[in-house]
T-cell receptor, first 109, second 114 residues
Framework: KQEVTQIPAALSVPEGENLVLNCSFT??????LQWFRQDPGKGLTSLLL?????REQTSGRLNASLDKSSGRSTLYIAASQPGDSATYLC????????FGAGTTVTVRA | EPEVTQTPSHQVTQMGQEVILRCVPI?????FYWYRQILGQKVEFLVS????????KSEIFDDQFSVERPDGSNFTLKIRSTKLEDSAMYFC????????????FGSGTQLSVL
């Protein structure tokens, strides 16, 4: 059974600092990995999708890397802003999405 | 931008009552899903649906649950006799393909069973 772990569980940084969020998974036989953003009591907004054959994916200030063989992905958020405060979820796709518990980020103005 | 729409946003029901949660997936998507998130816990897979039948379901998705695509646009989740432990946020999602295209989620229905 796929297990997805996200470290740290929570992170508080001053505005402008770069964020590094980690995700690990136990079974490397995945099709892709998706990063989501979740605001309190809200839905899941897809941020980045990395195919299993890709090493990284970028969108604006966001960059995600994938090392399938070691079962790791990292989400980098450059020059953080207070609006980046949210919970970030990692999910691996092995015919269904298995989610991590998330990293709750607070960016202090 | 196309989006997955879920109604209602909140549903309160009494234990033992039937509830139907509704979703309108993105129009050209072929694969549909329900996930749920109990407060403070991980998002969990419930069921996937393609070509008018269930593709895969989790152990959570027992005989109390059913899904249906009653017409060309709606996708529903029915819980036949709700239990207290069914209280959760229920998310509908859709995708173009079974793998590789990513899932798009709705904003969820918060179900409270009293």
């Amino acid at each position: 059974k796929q297990e997805v772990t996200q470290i740290p569980a929570a992170l508080s940084v001053p505005e402008g600092e770069n964020l590094v969020l980690n995700c690990s998974f136990t079974d490397s036989a995945i099709y892709n990995l998706q990063w989501f953003r979740q605001d309190p009591g809200k839905g899941l907004t897809s941020l980045l999708l990395i195919q299993s054959s890709q090493r990284e994916q970028t969108s604006g200030r966001l960059n995600a890397s994938l090392d399938k063989s070691s079962g790791r992905s990292t989400l980098y958020i450059a020059a953080s802003q207070p609006g980046d405060s949210a919970t970030y979820l990692c999910a691996v796709d092995d015919y269904k999405l298995s989610f991590g518990a998330g990293t709750t980020v607070t960016v202090r103005a | 931008e196309p989006e997955v729409t879920q109604t209602p946003s909140h549903q309160v029901t009494q234990m033992g009552q039937e509830v139907i949660l509704r979703c309108v997936p993105i129009s050209n998507h072929l694969y549909f899903y329900w996930y749920r998130q109990i407060l403070g816990q991980k998002v969990e897979f419930l069921v996937s649906f393609y070509n008018n039948e269930i593709s895969e379901k989790s152990e959570i998705f027992d005989d109390q649950f059913s899904v249906e695509r009653p017409d060309g646009s709606n996708f529903t989740l029915k819980i036949r006799s709700t239990k207290l432990e069914d209280s959760a946020m229920y998310f509908c999602a859709s995708s173009e393909a079974t793998t590789g295209s990513g899932l798009f989620f709705g904003s969820g229905t918060q179900l409270s069973v009293l």
